[in-house]
């Protein structure tokens, strides 16, 4: 059987979350480099599919391939982080100097690695800056000023609507990763992440990662965006409300509502990891670190 027990998973939840806090700076800027280039790069994918077909669904059902890349690689994502390294805090397997030190140094490997993409995937619609026709070009300026100024125009509210997606977001994006804990193999894993990937995306809700490429890069396309209007109006309430929605809805109810199970009596936290995870080892697919530390 490939299926992994909710209780099991919360030992490999911990376990990750202690293995994620526990890694150097230089390893966090590069995988945080990586993760947020190929998100940004499933992005695009999205909004093309959605552009050839007219029918938002489709972006949705095609932007869970970064996800997948990102877990089964063993990349980081800090919105999966906010659930699993918590909860390492929590059963004392870290601190929360290493916790805040690894959002750090991921958030700013995201940034880095969504700017070159963004700077990257501009010249390619642009054709090296000469030709502003393609309609990629104006998706992104849309977005960008969709998530930003739109948001400005309610004020208080505005701000308010941006945390409420922001969490409802990572409550999908951190069961996510927590579903590619369910399954032993590599083709259970993707199904089972799948899932709710496709239902944030489906439903607009405000991922920070997406939003680190989409925003900047429809400022160097001409949206009317400040980086002032990035940060206020999304960049800083939309990272809060990922971090609540990750840490409330999916880490702690999840921790709650597993803990003391039976079956995760009488086994260390993370004590079925190695064997939940594909590559671990030298069984092939018997189980991988990578995917641990992954999200």
């Not at 900047?216 to 400040?226: F, I, K, Q, R, Y």
Request: hydrophobic fraction near 50%; glycine fraction near 12%; proline fraction near 4%.
């Amino acid at each position: 059987m490939d299926y992994v027990k909710p209780g099991e998973v919360l030992g490999s939840m911990i376990e990750a979350g202690k293995t994620k806090a526990e890694l150097g700076i230089m390893q966090l800027i590069v995988r945080g480099s990586l993760g947020g280039a190929i998100l940004a790069c499933a992005t695009t994918l999205a909004f093309t599919a959605v552009a050839q077909t007219k029918i938002p669904m489709a972006g949705a059902i095609l932007f869970p391939v970064g996800f997948v890349m990102i877990i089964l690689l063993g990349l980081e994502l800090v919105t999966g982080s906010f659930a699993l390294i918590p909860l390492a805090v929590l059963e004392k397997q870290t601190t929360i100097r290493r916790m805040l030190g690894n959002y750090f140094w991921v958030i700013l490997g995201h940034l880095i690695g969504c700017a070159i993409y963004a700077a990257l995937y501009g010249l390619t619609i642009t054709k090296m800056g000469t030709d502003l026709s393609n309609p990629m070009v104006q998706t992104l300026i849309t977005a960008s000023e969709g998530k930003t100024i739109a948001y400005q125009s309610l004020e208080a509210e505005g701000l308010a609507l941006a945390f409420i997606k922001a969490m409802l977001c990572n409550w999908m994006v951190t069961l996510g990763a927590v579903m590619a804990m369910t399954s032993k193999s590599t083709s259970g894993k993707i199904l089972a992440m799948w899932l709710p990937i496709l239902t944030f995306f489906g439903q607009g809700f405000e991922h920070t990662v997406v939003n680190f490429f989409v925003i900047p890069a429809g400022m160097m396309l001409g949206a009317n965006v400040t980086l002032a209007d990035w940060w206020v109006w999304n960049g800083i309430p939309v990272l809060l409300g990922n971090f609540a929605g990750g840490l409330l809805f999916t880490g702690l109810l999840f921790y709650l509502s597993q803990k003391g199970s039976g079956s995760q009596k009488g086994s260390k936290p993370g004590a079925t990891a190695g064997a939940e995870l594909p590559g671990r080892g030298e069984a092939g697919l018997a189980g991988t670190p990578a995917l641990e530390k992954s999200v």
